[in-house]
């Protein structure tokens, strides 16, 4: 099945910096999902985007929803140990199916 | 519990034996979703379930996948004469689904997953 560019695949950074990644689609969603993944758990919803442009924070994280619904964007402020995990994004169309498409995931990995 | 949960958390069998995997969903999900992970990689969707009719099923990779749900609670995916293929882990997920209204219907909060390996 479809699977969404994600972008980078995996990156080191140092303690305290700031991240960013990216996810983008060939077909337009209406609604756009972040998620984290430790080991051995399931998906963990980070934040969810419902409209073209929507930019949404949850503590250090920030999403963007895409103007042109193909693409969204993450960015983790000041990235700490705990944040060392696998991050997907999502896309769903609420109006005819409700199954998520899952991006190729960002493996985020933080040096002390 | 608050969340979803499935069993067993891990499952070795035989290629050619068939498995069933369980999970709950939180109460009062009436949408309920399987995913199916291999190593390394994203989720690929399998089935969805709004109450126990399956409206959408495309994701099932062939007829040795099948699924089940009792009402709006529990669900069991079955793989018969299982493959070395089939080897993954198989997350299922909830949602309170569009027809239970709700500001957030479509947001799915996953279980810890069954990881299968078929020997």
């Not at chain 1, 699977?3 to 303690?15: K, R, V, Y």
């Not at chain 1, 619904?69 to 769903?92: E, H, M, Q, T, W």
């Not at chain 2, 399998?46 to 609670?73: H, M, V, W």
Request: charged fraction near 15%; aromatic fraction near 10%; charge should be neutral.
């Amino acid at each position: 099945g479809q699977q969404l560019n994600q972008n980078p695949q995996s990156m080191f950074i140092q303690e305290g910096e700031d991240v960013s990644m990216n996810c983008t689609s060939s077909s337009i969603f209406n609604t756009w999902l972040w998620y984290k993944q430790d080991p051995g758990e399931g998906p963990v919803l980070l934040i969810a985007l419902y409209k073209a442009g929507e930019l949404t924070s949850n503590g250090r994280l920030t999403a963007q929803f895409g103007i042109t619904r193909k693409d969204s964007f993450l960015n983790i402020s000041a990235s700490i140990p705990s944040d060392v995990g696998i991050y997907f994004c999502a896309g769903l169309n609420t109006g005819t199916a409700s199954k998520l498409t899952f991006g190729t995931g960002t493996r985020l990995q933080v040096m002390l | 519990g608050a969340g979803v949960s499935q069993s067993p958390s891990n499952k070795v069998t035989e290629k050619g034996k068939d498995v069933e995997l369980r999970c709950d969903p939180i109460s009062g999900h009436t949408a309920l979703y399987w995913y199916r992970q291999r190593l390394g990689q994203g989720l690929e969707f399998l089935i969805y379930f709004q109450g126990n009719s399956a409206p959408d099923k495309s994701g099932l990779p062939s007829d040795r996948f099948s699924a089940e749900r009792t009402g709006e609670s529990v669900s069991t995916l079955t793989i018969q004469r299982t493959q070395q293929e089939d080897s993954a882990v198989y997350l299922c997920a909830s949602s309170s689904g569009q027809l239970a209204g709700g500001p957030f219907p479509h947001e799915q909060y996953f279980g810890p997953g069954t990881r299968l390996t078929v020997t």
